[in-house]
């Protein structure tokens, strides 16, 4: 296997990164097929693959800032099964098993939603970390994040944003124009945002504990607690 293989999902993009082979080699293997696939790619949902060994936490920011400067957003809505062959797959691997990189830690595959939810609820995407430049994450659901979403960072969802920290950086809600969505930050801050598809003039102050909303063709800026 070569150093770095791009495999197509219906979920999106699986970087497969081959854990015999340095990270320098992997580095140039990607750059070197992103940099032939130019714009081919731009737009594209992706995540890295890297068999049972666990990508070092400075490995992982430096890659996830090549897919961010081809355009490449990364997400990690997507599983990948194992692709080794039955005798490379360890004593407890399942066929049915899947192993994926998430934030820095082996998953097994997402559990299907059931088809019933508790009452009012709404499925979403929590992520327990912060988000610095160069670093995006979309989803189709709504998206909760624990952390701050740095200048230079991107979030963007087809349902609501909340962001317990602060968000200094660019975010989207409704992506799929849903007109009810609103961003919910602690301190909330954007250099861009916009619900439905509508732009927001950002605030020309940091808001603490506070909400955008759409009203009528205008997003406006509230309270969290109104």
């Not at 990164?17 to 340095?22: C, E, G, Q, S, V």
């Not at 032939?36 to 890659?63: C, M, S, W």
């Not at 830690?105 to 499925?123: D, K, R």
């Not at 930050?185 to 732009?199: D, E, F, H, M, N």
Request: aromatic fraction near 6%; charged fraction near 20%; hydrophobic fraction near 40%.
């Amino acid at each position: 296997m070569q150093g770095v293989q791009i495999k197509g999902t219906r979920d999106g993009l699986v970087i497969m990164l081959n854990p015999a082979r340095t990270f320098d080699e992997l580095k140039e293997s990607l750059l070197r097929q992103l940099e032939q696939a130019r714009d081919f790619f731009k737009g594209a949902r992706v995540t890295f693959y890297n068999g049972q060994t666990e990508i070092p936490a400075e490995h992982r920011e430096e890659l996830l800032r090549i897919v961010a400067r081809y355009g490449l957003i990364y997400t990690d809505n997507i599983t990948y099964p194992y692709a080794g062959r039955p005798a490379e797959r360890s004593s407890t691997a399942t066929p049915s098993s899947a192993i994926c990189y998430k934030h820095q830690q082996v998953l097994s595959p997402i559990p299907p939603e059931p088809a019933v939810l508790p009452e009012m609820a709404e499925p979403a995407l929590l992520l327990n970390r912060s988000l610095r430049a160069g670093q995006a994450v979309k989803t189709e659901r709504h998206l909760v994040i624990t952390g701050d979403v740095h200048p230079g960072a991107q979030v963007s969802a087809g349902g609501s944003i909340v962001v317990l920290g602060h968000l200094a950086g660019r975010a989207a809600a409704g992506l799929y124009g849903d007109r009810t969505t609103v961003v919910v930050a602690g301190r909330l801050a954007p250099v861009a945002l916009s619900i439905a598809g509508i732009s927001a003039t950002p605030p020309t102050k940091t808001l603490v504990a506070a909400k955008a909303v759409l009203e009528g063709d205008k997003i406006v800026y509230r309270s969290f607690y109104r």
